[in-house]
Nanobody, 123 residues
Framework: QVQLVESGGGSVQAGGSLRLSCAVS????????MGWFRRGPGKEREGVGF???????GSADSVKGRFTISRDIAKNTLYLQMNSLKPEDTAMYYC?????????????????WGQGTQVTVSS
């Protein structure tokens, strides 16, 4: 059974940093595409960024220059380095993965999802 388990969330003041991790288990290969999504209070789910198996990335305009997505293929782990955090970044952050499609932040393009980790940014 494939599992994606996020960690690294927490509470931080505006301007601070956090690093989220997503560990994959139950999948012997590496996913073609992995991504991060978030859902803030009273908001719809929003794509944050994705990364191909070859390292190419894409990200939402709202996080460009502040968030960096990366992955360790050998460890089958996805990361999200978040710097210069703002109160509007407060959300539950979800890891997602897909074997076939990549290049879009549409949630329908991802078949596997984690349970999420909470990030709270105070002003």
């Amino acid at each position: 059974q494939v599992q994606l388990v996020e960690s690294g969330g927490g509470s931080v003041q505006a301007g601070g940093s956090l690093r989220l991790s997503c560990a994959v288990s139950g999948y012997t290969s590496s996913f073609y595409c992995m991504g991060w999504f978030r859902r803030g209070p009273g908001k719809e789910r929003e794509g944050v960024g994705f990364i191909h198996s070859d390292g190419r990335t894409g990200s939402a305009d709202s996080v460009k220059g502040r968030f960096t997505i990366s992955r360790d293929i050998a460890k089958n782990t996805l990361y999200l380095q978040m710097n210069s955090l703002k109160p509007e970044d407060t959300a539950m952050y979800y890891c997602a993965a897909d074997q076939i499609r990549c290049g879009s932040l549409h949630p329908d393009n991802f078949n596997y999802w984690g349970q999420g980790t909470q990030v709270t940014v105070s002003s």
